[in-house]
């Protein structure tokens, strides 16, 4: 870890030495153990504060619309394909951004290391390439990082940045298919257990926002859920109203959403936020063959069509 | 008009103004008789159906919707009709993968000489919103909200 982030600042330094980008955004240590923030970094004498461990979190490309500033960014798998969909949505010009891509193994649940560890309080945390040690007063462990990653983590197929200007550290293997084990299990359910899962599920929603806010896609100057005139959807927290909500943000995201999971990691009160979103990613890549983030030339799935797209559903009275 | 007491399903449809709209017309004017469940909204393409106008019309306690649009290859403005059949699939799917009966929202075409598929095609999908019985899932109940109940006591 101490190798990447000395890689990433060096690659800071020189960016901003040679004056090729105003701001790096990347991650810096948190005040707490097992915690990371983004970082904003303008001088070269504040490179140091630069830091990479097993949780930078955080989808930094949110950070990227409306910059005025040419920035170069920190990009892990889904932070590259993030920047690809808005660079094709035209909300960041590719000229302006550097992506310093960093193969990813995956980012670790701060959450479920936290109960693991649970009632003791640690202190302290260091990660030695597979294994986190854990400090606290009384004790120390040793934990296998590769089984506290986060949900998202797990299932995705693309650790490395798909696009970059400069890449740290080395190429990853890249997993097999996602196969959509979850989706299927869950599309076996009957409707009637369906719709009670997800509705105990959006009934836990407060309409914080915070899956919004925290999704490098969601960057409308208006969004649906405050737009008044017409005010499409009801702003309190209904049952109905709260699964409409999540069933048109996932909507609204179809064929862009690039699985970084930053909305269900931003969620307070722990939604199953994703499995509306990866329903979606699944239709798209079975139905149009599309995949969000990998390319830059070919067209969103939604601002397309082929003659022979799917008829299935159409009804034939 | 429905029997008082006995429930009718209400069903709301948006027609597209070149083709569904004017076979709708056309069946009128044939006189072919098909149920009269159907409230028929017209806009100018199917292209122009947003999901909101679909959440939103099973939010305020319609039992079914349904859309209709030209034959593909025979839209109005020529391609309105292939993008909203990508919207409607993506959008159908994900209906029925959150628990919202198969039924409830359904998809078709009807070019504006065929009053008679428009006839029949109201007719099935009367009868299966009819089977289904009221809609529950997504309608938007009256508030009986923490404010009233400690307003009363």
């Known amino acids: ?317 | 008009m429905a029997e008082s007491g006995k429930w009718e399903p209400k069903i709301l449809a948006f027609l597209c103004n070149w083709c569904s709209y004017a076979g709708a017309d056309l069946a009128g004017t044939s006189r072919i008789q098909y149920p009269p469940n159907v409230r028929i909204i017209r806009v100018p393409c199917s292209g122009r159906v947003s999901p909101f106008f679909i959440l939103s019309s099973l939010q305020k306690g319609v039992d079914g919707v349904l859309v209709s649009g030209c034959h593909p290859g025979e839209c109005h403005y020529l391609t309105g009709n292939y993008s909203a059949r990508r919207k409607f699939a993506l959008l159908k799917s994900l209906l029925e993968f959150a628990g919202v009966e198969e039924s409830r929202v359904q998809f078709s075409w009807v070019s504006a000489s065929e009053g008679a598929r428009f006839a029949k095609l109201i007719e099935k999908v009367t009868a299966e919103i009819r089977e289904l019985g009221p809609s529950k899932r997504l309608v938007k109940t009256p508030h009986q909200g923490v404010f009233h109940a400690t307003a009363n006591k």
């Open chain 1, 1 to 317: 870890m101490q190798q990447l982030t000395n890689e990433i600042r060096a690659i800071a330094r020189k960016l901003l030495r040679e004056k090729k980008v105003e701001v790096v955004i990347g991650f810096e240590r948190g005040s707490m153990p097992l915690r990371s923030r983004p970082c904003f970094i303008r001088k070269e004498e504040e490179v140091n504060r630069l830091f990479w461990d097993g949780f930078c979190e955080n989808a930094l490309a949110v950070y990227l619309p409306k910059r005025k500033e040419r920035a170069a960014i920190v990009a892990k798998g889904c932070d590259s394909r993030a920047v690809v969909e808005l660079i094709k949505e035209k909300q960041v010009q590719r000229d302006r951004v550097i992506l310093i891509g960093v193969p990813c193994r995956g980012m670790v649940d701060r959450s479920r290391i936290e109960s693991s560890a649970a009632p003791r309080r640690i202190l302290e945390m260091r990660e030695i390439e597979d294994t986190l040690i854990l400090r606290g007063t009384d004790f120390e462990e040793t934990l296998k990082r590769s089984e506290f990653l986060h949900e998202s983590c797990k299932t995705c197929t693309h650790p490395n940045p798909v696009l970059h200007d400069v890449l740290v550290s080395e190429w990853l293997e890249e997993k097999n298919e996602d196969p959509f084990a979850d989706i299927q299990t869950f599309d076996a359910l009957t409707a009637e257990e369906r719709w009670d899962y997800l509705n105990k599920e959006v009934d836990k929603c407060i309409r914080c926002y915070a899956c919004r806010n925290a999704c490098p896609l969601c960057y409308c100057p208006e969004c649906f859920v405050d737009a008044s005139l017409p005010q499409w959807i009801g702003k309190s927290i209904d049952s109905s109203d709260t699964m409409i909500f999540h069933l048109m943000r996932a909507y609204h995201l179809a064929g862009r959403c690039v699985s970084c999971g930053a909305c269900e990691r931003a969620c307070p009160v722990g939604v199953d936020i994703r499995k509306l979103n990866r329903k979606l990613v699944k239709d798209v890549k079975d139905l149009f063959g599309y995949e969000a983030g990998l390319n830059l030339e070919q067209t969103s799935p939604l601002a397309t069509f082929r003659p022979d797209d799917t008829e299935s559903f159409i009804v034939n009275p």
